[in-house]
């Protein structure tokens, strides 16, 4: 079947491009397999090869279908010779003893090895010692290396530090409906945050909605391969390109507009605290037998203000217990009077601001078990410095 398939040349190499936002331009291509039967009917690229491990074929085909990527890819090289072709490496070719053909004919079609990124499905390979010596043989050339649906469940992350990947390709299972999806996004920012601080640059495949692509770029990715920008295309012409950048645009503007509204949102609630701070400032001034009332009540009527409690400016240790109004939770108490809080970030930031106030990120509250964020702000009452902290619910 493969030999037919390639001498009736039925097989054929199709492109969807890879692009980057922040650049504005068609960063790379992948290059994909497409195969008809008799009857034109499409072959399937996973039927496709196994059958060709079943015919003893795979380094047959591997090669067949590597030399029609290089020349296709290669009429888009020599246009723009920035622009990068991703190809597919089958495990099993991997974990046989590498022959130099490959690389041979990169050189043939006068194609830079640093515009080819070589894809290796790492949780598919079994032999550790083999895809050492494939990694340190095209690195060696001066091939890039990415690493193919990392992050999904069969992941080896310790492979990621001996195989040193230029790019990462996240595995789709993080990426789908992330925007809807709480445990996705945070393990997305982990993984994409891991791979930023071992040098790989991240690539989003599989995307299929603005709000995806959206919430990527806030975790500093802008890499993205899929079917909201285009779907694989045996050829990439002039209009395909200008739907491609018009497609960047607009999800482009609608991150800065995102960005725009997120520093909105923010300025919006330093304002209001900053006004809640001079409702709390009259309550410490007032009686001390209503002062735990009244700062009940202002809890009350500002529904995301969860708790309110007041610290030391000089030692961090709070005075006061905590005035909350929050469901008792095991695990999660609201500290008391004497409590030292100088390790707290809202402490020790707000102690040192120009500003005198300070709105820290999201964290998960030990009062409570939800997330909040806490606004602190330093005040004097009597000639003491105090600073008073207020948790806000996200």
């Known amino acids: 079947m493969i030999n037919d398939l390639i001498n009736d040349k039925s097989i054929e190499i199709y492109l969807q491009p890879i692009v980057s936002i922040k650049s504005k331009k068609i960063f790379a291509?992948?290059?994909?397999?497409?195969?008809?039967?008799?009857?034109g009917e499409n072959i399937s690229p996973l039927y496709l090869f196994e059958q060709a491990k079943k015919e003893n074929l795979s380094a047959r085909l591997d090669e067949y279908v590597r030399e029609a990527a290089l020349l296709k890819f290669s009429e888009y090289y020599y246009r723009d010779k920035d622009?990068?072709?991703?190809?597919?490496?089958?495990?099993?070719?991997?974990e046989e003893e590498q022959k130099d053909e490959f690389i041979s004919l990169v050189?043939?079609?006068?194609i830079s090895p640093t515009n080819i990124v070589i894809e290796i499905k790492e949780d598919k390979i079994r032999d550790a010692k083999a895809l050492k010596r494939f990694v340190d043989k095209y690195k060696g050339h001066d091939f890039l290396l990415a690493i193919e649906d990392f992050g999904g469940i069969n992941s080896s992350f310790d492979r990621l530090e001996f195989m040193n990947p230029d790019i990462v390709k996240i595995d789709r299972s993080l990426v789908y409906n992330v925007h809807n999806n709480f445990i996705n996004s945070e393990l997305l920012t982990a993984v994409s945050n891991m791979c930023h601080n071992v040098g790989a640059m991240v690539v989003c495949q599989g995307v299929e909605s603005r709000g995806e692509v959206l919430t990527c770029m806030k975790k500093d990715i802008d890499i993205f391969q899929g079917f909201w920008f285009c779907r694989p295309q045996e050829e990439i012409d002039e209009t395909t390109t200008r739907d491609i950048l018009n497609s960047i645009d607009i999800i482009g503007n609608r991150y800065k507009t995102s960005i725009q509204e997120r520093i909105h949102a923010k300025q919006e609630l330093l304002r209001k605290y900053r006004e809640v701070l001079s409702d709390i400032v009259d309550i410490l001034k007032s009686s001390t037998k209503e002062v735990a009332q009244n700062m009940s009540f202002l809890i009350s009527k500002n529904e995301k203000l969860e708790a309110i409690y007041i610290v030391n400016f000089e030692t961090g240790v709070q005075i006061g217990d905590t005035y909350i109004d929050a469901q008792d939770r095991f695990l999660y108490n609201p500290v008391k009077d004497g409590y030292n809080h100088n390790l707290r970030e809202y402490y020790f930031i707000t102690k040192e601001s120009l500003h005198g106030d300070y709105l820290s990120e999201k964290y998960l509250s030990k009062a409570s078990g939800n997330m909040c964020k806490t606004y602190a702000c330093k005040i004097e009452l009597d000639g003491v410095s105090y600073i008073v902290c207020c948790d806000i619910l996200e």
Do not use: C, P, Q
């Open 107 to 110: 050189y043939r079609y006068n």
């Open 29 to 39: 291509y992948e290059a994909l397999t497409r195969a008809y039967d008799r009857y």
């Open 83 to 94: 622009t990068l072709l991703f190809l597919k490496f089958e495990s099993s070719v991997i």
